[in-house]
């Protein structure tokens, strides 16, 4: 099974964010844009598990979310991966929290033997992926401009989440497996 770990993005703010970036699809139509119900911050990708393993990621992660306290975090600006991914960052408080956090997740996680992509996290929803066309400098303009507004929405990350993600035809469908709470 394909699973990923990270916080999830809370209905309101999906709300809030949804309605402002639903009219980019036509005005930007050669990306393709993730729906609002994908949008979350990965903080660990293992990518494929075994199932019978999956007792044991719950269990780390427990652990982990024990540990950490809430995170405070805000809407930040637009930015893009090359020219694949446009996202909008998400500001963390107190400052690197969430690397620093998501840094000791993937530590913990290899040294129980899973296959996770080492990667510095770097706080951020990925709004939509190249499709027909490239994410160029002109549509980050374009979404940040619009997003402007919503700069400094706050919200509080109360839960860790781990996912297992569906792919096939169409967006990756996501399947909560765990959820515990910050803080113990």
Do not use: C, N
């Not at 209905?11 to 994908?38: C, F, I, K, N, Y």
């Not at 719950?58 to 090359?82: C, D, I, K, N």
């Not at 303009?141 to 993600?165: D, I, M, N």
């Amino acid at each position: 099974m394909r699973l990923f770990v990270g916080l999830a993005v809370p209905a309101s703010v999906r709300s809030e964010l949804g309605s402002v970036t639903g009219p980019l699809d036509v005005e930007l139509p050669q990306l393709r844009w993730t729906p609002p119900s994908g949008w979350h911050l990965t903080l660990a990708f293992l990518g494929e598990v075994e199932a019978d393993r999956l007792g044991e990621v719950r269990t780390l992660v427990a652990e982990l979310a024990a540990e950490q306290q809430p995170v405070h975090l805000s809407l930040g600006p637009a930015g893009r991966f090359g020219s694949r991914a446009l996202w909008i960052g998400v500001d963390d408080r107190p400052p690197g929290a969430l690397v620093e956090f998501g840094a000791r997740l993937q530590t913990r996680l290899v040294g129980a033997g899973l296959p996770v992509r080492a990667q510095k996290v770097v706080p951020h929803l990925t709004l939509a992926r190249s499709g027909r066309g490239e994410v160029d400098a002109a549509a980050v303009a374009r979404v940040e401009q619009r997003l402007q507004p919503l700069h400094g929405l706050r919200w509080t990350a109360a839960q860790l989440t781990v996912w297992r993600s569906h792919l096939g035809t169409g967006a990756p469908r996501y399947e909560v497996v765990a959820a515990p709470v910050l803080g113990g």
